[in-house]
């Protein structure tokens, strides 16, 4: 079992920036990736970001050189710095973490972004 905790979100005024955070805890060993998605009302749970083991990065087009995702291997918690938000990107932000275990999931946390 992998625990996920994460933190950061909030209100922010559009081209704001927000830093999320989460942190990984339990059988963290063999992590092959992990990532955030994000789910607004009424649409279905997107990816936003994903970064693998051996360091590749992967970014929704919507985000793609607003966002970047990082991680700190030795805390076992992975970032996303969010600049330039806008409106759209209002959403529910969970985070993901794979392993030879399979998938686990964040409880989420609120960002929201006014115009």
């Known amino acids: 079992q992998v625990q996920l905790v994460e933190s950061g979100g909030g209100l922010v005024q559009a081209g704001g920036s927000l830093r999320l955070s989460c942190a990984a805890s339990?059988?963290?060993?063999?992590?092959?990736?992990m990532g955030w998605y994000r789910q607004a009302p009424g649409k279905q749970r997107e990816l936003v970001a994903s970064?693998?083991?051996?360091?590749?990065?992967n970014y929704a087009d919507s985000v793609e050189g607003r966002f970047t995702i990082s991680r700190d291997i030795a805390k076992n918690t992975v970032y996303l710095q969010m600049n330039s938000l806008k409106p759209e990107d209002t959403a529910v932000y969970y985070c993901?973490?794979?392993?030879?275990?399979?998938?686990?999931w964040g409880q989420g946390t609120q960002v929201t972004v006014s115009s």
């Open positions: 993901r973490c794979s392993n030879s275990g399979g998938d686990y």
């Open positions: 339990g059988s963290i060993f063999r992590i092959k990736a």
């Open positions: 970064i693998a083991v051996g360091g590749i990065t």
